[in-house]
């Protein structure tokens, strides 16, 4: 189906194959080193990635090179589209959007490249709401306007089972306070200005999630909103926190249960979940 248009993220936002098939979202691949082999991230297993980091294998990540961006912009326009909008994980943590603008000099229709400022599913939700409306036939300020409402209003929550993987990769940045604790304190982050920040803490896993999944309940108020749960290797836990909110949210719509981004995986370690709120 022709959509004038078209909109494009990254393998960051954890949109479920089939939602980004049935609305035509272009999902372009962040890159994986493991060792010494590069790879797409959706080729690397998750659980290969989590026993080689916990094997201390060097991890790297790296943005989609330019042409990789180019040529997924011109099969939009192949398709049809008149205007795309390219938006992607925080330049805080990634050049992804560095290498979309590049690219987007060398299309002839315009190219809106957005920094979302988030990763994960609070870049997922706001993509999917954009490619909704774009398939209604929303003009592309229209569709801009839905996806920076999503993404002013939606809010992310990070339990990671420890800090060291994040300071490994460099991408704590004001979290970094926090590396002193004992290993009983479990943090929850955030992002504040597209960076991560420290949210709250809890002794222990259960204390900290309990803490998240309230914090979650609050931002999420009385009105019509979007959860999901997403994890590295934690899709027990995640299923349980994602049931505890569905209780506490009964109104929730369009619950996702997701294994995260692999790259999101090689930052955040083993054990990580997200929670994703996301006011509709």
């Given at each position: 189906?022709?959509?004038r248009?078209?909109?494009?993220t990254?393998?960051?936002a954890s949109?479920?194959?089939?939602?980004?098939?049935?609305?035509?979202i272009?999902?372009?691949?962040?890159?994986l080193?493991v060792?010494?082999?590069?790879?797409?991230?959706?080729?690397?297993?998750?659980?290969?990635?989590?026993?080689?980091?916990?094997?201390?294998?060097?991890?790297a990540t790296?943005?989609?090179?330019?042409?990789a961006f180019?040529?997924?912009?011109?099969?939009?326009?192949?398709?049809?589209?008149?205007?795309?909008?390219?938006v992607?994980?925080?330049?805080?943590?990634?050049?992804?959007?560095?290498?979309?603008?590049i690219?987007a000099?060398?299309?002839?229709?315009?190219?809106?490249?957005?920094?979302?400022r988030?990763?994960?599913?609070?870049?997922?939700y706001?993509?999917?709401a954009?490619?909704?409306?774009?398939?209604?036939?929303?003009?592309?300020q229209?569709?801009l306007?839905?996806?920076?409402?999503?993404?002013?209003g939606?809010?992310?929550?990070?339990?990671?089972?420890?800090?060291?993987?994040?300071?490994?990769?460099?991408?704590i940045?004001?979290?970094?306070?926090?590396?002193?604790?004992t290993?009983?304190?479990?943090?929850?982050?955030g992002?504040?200005?597209?960076?991560?920040a420290p949210?709250?803490?809890?002794?222990?896993?259960?204390?900290?999630?309990?803490?998240?999944?309230?914090?979650?309940?609050?931002?999420?108020?009385g009105?019509?909103?979007?959860?999901?749960t997403?994890h590295?290797?934690?899709?027990?836990?995640?299923?349980?926190v994602?049931?505890?909110?569905?209780?506490?949210?009964?109104?929730?719509?369009?619950?996702?249960?997701e294994?995260?981004?692999?790259?999101?995986g090689?930052?955040?370690?083993p054990?990580?979940?997200?929670?994703?709120?996301s006011?509709v």
């Amino acid at each position: 189906m022709r959509r004038r248009v078209a909109i494009v993220t990254d393998s960051t936002a954890s949109v479920p194959t089939g939602i980004a098939e049935k609305l035509g979202i272009t999902v372009i691949q962040l890159e994986l080193k493991v060792g010494e082999e590069y790879n797409d991230e959706r080729r690397v297993p998750h659980s290969q990635l989590a026993q080689a980091m916990r094997d201390g294998v060097p991890v790297a990540t790296a943005p989609p090179p330019p042409p990789a961006f180019f040529w997924n912009y011109m099969d939009a326009v192949s398709a049809g589209a008149e205007a795309i909008i390219s938006v992607h994980l925080s330049e805080g943590l990634s050049r992804t959007c560095e290498a979309a603008r590049i690219a987007a000099t060398e299309v002839d229709v315009p190219v809106h490249v957005v920094d979302s400022r988030l990763c994960g599913l609070g870049l997922g939700y706001p993509v999917i709401a954009a490619a909704e409306s774009a398939a209604a036939g929303a003009t592309v300020q229209d569709v801009l306007g839905v996806l920076d409402r999503r993404l002013r209003g939606t809010t992310e929550f990070l339990y990671v089972d420890t800090l060291e993987y994040l300071r490994r990769s460099g991408r704590i940045g004001r979290a970094q306070a926090m590396l002193g604790q004992t290993l009983a304190v479990k943090p929850v982050l955030g992002f504040r200005e597209g960076e991560l920040a420290p949210l709250t803490k809890g002794i222990g896993t259960e204390r900290a999630l309990g803490k998240a999944i309230t914090a979650a309940v609050e931002r999420a108020g009385g009105g019509s909103v979007d959860i999901a749960t997403e994890h590295f290797q934690a899709a027990e836990r995640a299923g349980q926190v994602l049931h505890q909110l569905q209780d506490r949210l009964p109104g929730a719509r369009q619950p996702i249960l997701e294994e995260t981004s692999a790259i999101i995986g090689a930052h955040t370690g083993p054990g990580a979940l997200g929670i994703t709120v996301s006011p509709v």
